[in-house]
């Protein structure tokens, strides 16, 4: 709101002069952002952009300020009536962006002026309404005081003399803080980093502690972060079903002010307590969301983690390209896990503010936020965030993943507990630069006879976002708030509650002392500050300086297939080949041993399925990895150690021959073998008069060599269908797992212990010889060459065969897969032997076939009845067999 209600006039003037300054606000859309195709069965992953959505901002506008002011005359003549004037403006607009007709005309913004009937010298308000993708916050405070400015200029003198400078279309986002030619398209994953990958496991493990995104209430079911629910999203179906009030959600919206002189006691608490306001409002917040997250179900006890979305500036990291010059939007975020609290915490604290136990609990929290916020910072959180945005925008359909979220059922479109945005200072703020100004002056509260006297602002959480909202900012010493939650989730009632609490929280946290920095008993254990990550760190080193030769050859090779490949995106989709499998190899390891201490664990059984004592084991471990920053962090960088440790064994060929050799251009007795061979050079006799039709059917996988496998699972089948027209055909991997050699404890326990299916695709090129078959998967075609049949003397079907998969890229082999196949489950060790003898008359031995290099499948044998346990029970329960059924047959329709 304004002091004063300029002159229509002279706001059509300086919103044309704002036009000509930022192109945002005269640019609308070209581009329908369709990729070229969707790879997946899912139709989730995008592939090509040949038209993507992009700003066009012409220097002649195809639009005036005739398009975008809207002038509303107020029936009466008090701030009551254009206060309730503007709310009901703000309210519409936060939500409905139908007042511009189409993106691809534009206007993308728009004003409104809301004037008492008296004019003049009487108040006003001013609601800016824009598309997000074109603004925040800051920038629209810099066009806010550029207008009032203006204004000031033209009523005095008729013009502008010192116009502000045109500037250029903004960059986006991703160039500003990644550095432009640096993006995904640029760079592929040349910009990952060990840090982006650590940024991407934190982010995975905070759903582990379980963070609060829904009141309690009969309807919420929880579950919608779980492994079920992301599943069905990435299926393109919504976690849960689809809500039927997803549809009805809007925003609901209470605003308050926080005196000056509050503000200011607060700034001066904050300041001795080593914290910032927003560290306080995150903590104020967190604390306020435990008094009606129990849905007045009270549940005495009950303790309960918070993940609070802190809004930020990203103007403020990594280049740092972007200096808020012209309206754009550069807003980001980065999330906080707080807790666990207690329900009703806030009120505890209001009501014994003073004491010593509330003190420590609001000064703690808002220490905690602090710390994880400079954490963030400091490892470039910002920046690995950015990549990962960036990354999923290019290949992923964004817009449907947060469609199906908004509609789930079981999160209701929440993704965390509470959400905080802090503008800061208005006054603090550069304002727009002036062409005869050298130097950008700061933002001014007042302009002539027009003060801004209160600014407050707010992006929709209807369809997807917080629990609890507030958005603030400070003008003229006072803190301006508003509390925009989505209804029907957070009620009109409740959300007026809330922001009530929440402002008598920061008035009792400002007229009270500071306190000493406290912790739980387990932060308070005598452990030097970064003792433990140093000794995890080494350990790492360690593992990776003894794998370093190893390491060094892959690099090597990896440049020279680099420089060889033509085609960039034949050597990313090589190279992304080899990252999905060398990760899932080290990640399965951790699981199969989790799943032998659980039910190796003594003790009695809960619900017949887990052992007390592994729940007792972990309840002690996560609340260590809770409260303890310094074991939390030391557990990441033993994880990241481990992992790189045990790709460096299976690029050194430690970490098993059969099915992780990961080396390109391995070696073979000491002799590095390159590339692939021709078929010719490996194809038998036996090949001559080969039938495709003879080799359909089931066969019995009995060794490998084959890092696209895994040794961990068992009775391998291969289910070979040529399609009708005979161009296609599909292998159906029959696999069963874990094998009882290889979880001793837990091998019946699987979700896949009775067996599951996945789908490799392939055609026939009429330009290859008989015995080649062309083989897609994970993104990748290589030739799958039959090598060798051996024939039933009588009647002619094959018995046995030898399969040989080669993938080369730049003349550097990435993958070879030899598998070794019957028609009957189990072979004698003469018929292997005969196979071996096969297999190296072939030329085969160098790439793996060797008996030293190949991986012996397990078999528990046909006739065994099928598992069935508790467990298997469980599984069945919760319908996880259906899903896998679900799973196969999609996968199959699609292929076909």
């Known amino acids: 709101t304004l002091s004063a209600t300029p002159s229509i006039e002279a706001l059509s003037q300086a919103i044309d002069l704002a036009m000509d300054t930022h192109p945002l606000l005269r640019c609308h859309v070209e581009g329908d952002g369709e990729p070229t195709e969707r790879i997946d069965l899912f139709q989730m992953v995008r592939k090509g952009e040949p038209n993507p959505c992009t700003f066009v901002a012409p220097e002649t506008k195809t639009f005036s300020s005739k398009d975008i002011l809207r002038v509303v005359d107020v029936e009466g003549s008090d701030s009551d009536a254009l206060a309730q004037s503007w709310k009901a403006n703000f309210a519409q607009d936060i939500d409905d962006g139908s007042w511009y007709e189409k993106s691809s005309q534009g206007p993308l913004w728009r004003l409104t002026l809301h004037r008492l009937q008296k004019g003049g010298d009487a108040p006003c308000a001013l609601v800016f309404s824009s598309n997000h993708a074109i603004s925040d916050q800051g920038s629209v405070n810099v066009l806010m005081d550029q207008l009032l400015a203006d204004v000031v200029s033209i009523e005095e003198s008729g013009s502008v003399s010192n116009k502000a400078a045109a500037q250029d279309v903004p960059m986006a986002m991703?160039?500003?803080?990644?550095?432009?030619?640096?993006?995904?398209?640029?760079?592929?994953?040349?910009?990952?980093?060990?840090?982006?990958?650590?940024?991407?496991?934190?982010?995975?493990?905070?759903?582990?502690?379980?963070?609060?995104?829904?009141?309690?209430?009969?309807?919420?079911?929880?579950?919608?972060?779980?492994?079920?629910?992301a599943v069905s999203t990435i299926m393109g179906k919504s976690a849960g079903g689809e809500s039927e009030s997803s549809s009805e959600r809007k925003s609901v919206l209470q605003f308050r002010n926080l005196s000056s002189e509050t503000t200011s006691a607060l700034l001066e608490a904050c300041r001795a307590n080593g914290v910032s306001i927003t560290n306080a409002l995150i903590a104020a917040m967190s604390l306020t969301s435990t008094d009606f997250i129990d849905g007045e179900i009270e549940k005495k006890g009950k303790e309960r983690n918070y993940k609070v979305l802190q809004s930020l500036d990203m103007r403020r990291f990594g280049a740092k390209l972007d200096k808020c010059e012209t309206v754009a939007c550069m807003a980001g975020s980065n999330d906080l896990m707080l807790g666990p609290l207690p329900d009703h915490s806030g009120e505890a604290f209001r009501s014994s503010p003073e004491s010593s136990e509330s003190q420590k609990l609001f000064w703690n929290l808002a220490r905690e936020g602090r710390d994880q916020t400079n954490q963030f910072v400091e490892s470039d959180g910002p920046v690995h965030a950015v990549r990962v945005f960036d990354f999923a925008?290019?290949?992923?359909?964004?817009?449907?993943?947060?469609?199906?979220?908004?509609?789930?059922?079981?999160?209701?479109?929440?993704?965390?507990?509470?959400?905080?945005?802090?503008?800061?200072?208005?006054?603090r703020q550069k304002a727009v630069r002036r062409e005869n100004d050298e130097d950008r002056e700061n933002i001014q509260a007042k302009h002539g006879k027009y003060e801004v006297q209160d600014i407050y602002f707010g992006t929709p959480h209807s369809r997807s976002g917080c629990l609890y909202q507030v958005s603030t900012m400070t003008v003229n010493g006072s803190m301006k708030l508003t509390f925009h939650p989505a209804s029907p989730i957070v009620s009109e009632e409740t959300n007026s509650e809330f922001a009530n609490a929440f402002v008598d929280l920061l008035e009792k946290v400002a007229n009270t002392k500071s306190v000493e920095a406290s912790a739980g008993s387990l932060a308070n254990l005598s452990i030097?500050?970064?003792?433990?990550?140093?000794?995890?760190?080494?350990?790492?080193?360690?593992?990776?300086?003894?794998?370093?030769?190893?390491?060094?050859?892959?690099?090597?090779?990896?440049?020279?297939?680099?420089?060889n490949v033509q085609n960039p995106q034949d050597f990313w989709d090589a190279f992304n080949f080899w990252v999905f499998f060398a990760v899932g190899h080290p990640l399965l390891q951790p699981i199969l041993w989790i799943s032998d201490v659980l039910h190796g664990s003594p003790g009695p059984m809960v619900f017949d399925l887990v052992p007390a004592s592994f729940l007792m084991a972990n309840i002690l471990f996560i609340g260590a990895t809770a409260w303890s920053k310094e074991f939390r962090g030391a557990l990441n960088v033993a994880a990241l150690s481990a992992f790189l440790t045990y790709v460096g064994a299976g690029l050194d060929g430690q970490a098993g021959l059969g099915d992780f050799n990961l080396q390109l251009n391995d070696s073979y007795q000491g002799q590095v073998v390159k590339g692939c061979p021709v078929y010719d050079e490996v194809r038998q006799p036996s090949m001559d008069d080969f039938d495709l039709q003879k080799y359909n059917g089931k066969w019995y996988e009995q060794k490998f060599h084959d890092w696209t496998q895994f040794k961990e699972v068992y009775d391998t089948t291969l289910d070979i269908k040529l399609t009708a027209d005979g161009k296609g055909w599909i292998d159906d991997f029959g696999v069963r797992g874990p094998a009882p050699?290889?979880?001793?404890?837990?091998?019946?326990?699987?979700?896949?212990?009775?067996?599951?299916?996945?789908?490799?695709?392939?055609?026939?090129?009429e330009n290859d010889p008989p015995g080649i078959l062309r083989e897609k998967g994970f993104g990748v075609e290589f030739p799958n060459y039959i090598v060798d049949v051996k024939k039933d003397p009588e009647t002619g079907e094959y018995t046995e065969a030898i399969q040989f998969q080669c993938l080369e890229r730049g003349g550097v082999r990435v993958f070879e897969g030899i598998n070794f196949m019957s028609r009957k489950p189990v072979m004698t060790d003469e018929e292997l032997a005969g196979m071996h003898q096969r297999a190296k008359a072939a030329g085969m031995n160098p790439y793996g076939a060797s008996e030293e290099q190949m991986h012996m499948v397990a078999r528990r044998g046909e006739n065994e009845p099928k598992i069935d346990n508790n467990w298997q029970q469980m599984w069945h329960a919760i319908g996880f067999d259906k899903l896998l059924e679900l799973l196969t047959e999609s996968i199959e329709d699609g292929g076909r």
């Open 741 to 765: 050699d290889s979880a001793k404890l837990s091998w019946d326990k699987s979700p896949v212990a009775n067996g599951a299916h996945y789908f490799l695709f392939g055609r026939v090129d």
């Open 393 to 427: 925008m290019t290949i992923s359909d964004m817009n449907n993943l947060v469609d199906l979220t908004a509609k789930s059922k079981d999160s209701q479109g929440r993704a965390y507990s509470a959400g905080v945005s802090n503008n800061g200072v208005y006054e």
């Open 528 to 563: 030097p500050e970064g003792s433990l990550s140093l000794a995890a760190a080494a350990l790492g080193v360690v593992g990776v300086a003894i794998h370093a030769g190893a390491w060094s050859e892959f690099f090597s090779n990896l440049a020279i297939m680099k420089e």
């Open 174 to 229: 991703e160039d500003s803080v990644l550095g432009m030619k640096n993006r995904w398209s640029d760079v592929q994953t040349g910009g990952v980093s060990l840090g982006t990958v650590k940024y991407v496991a934190d982010k995975a493990a905070e759903g582990f502690r379980s963070p609060v995104i829904l009141p309690d209430s009969g309807e919420n079911t929880g579950g919608g972060d779980s492994l079920v629910g």
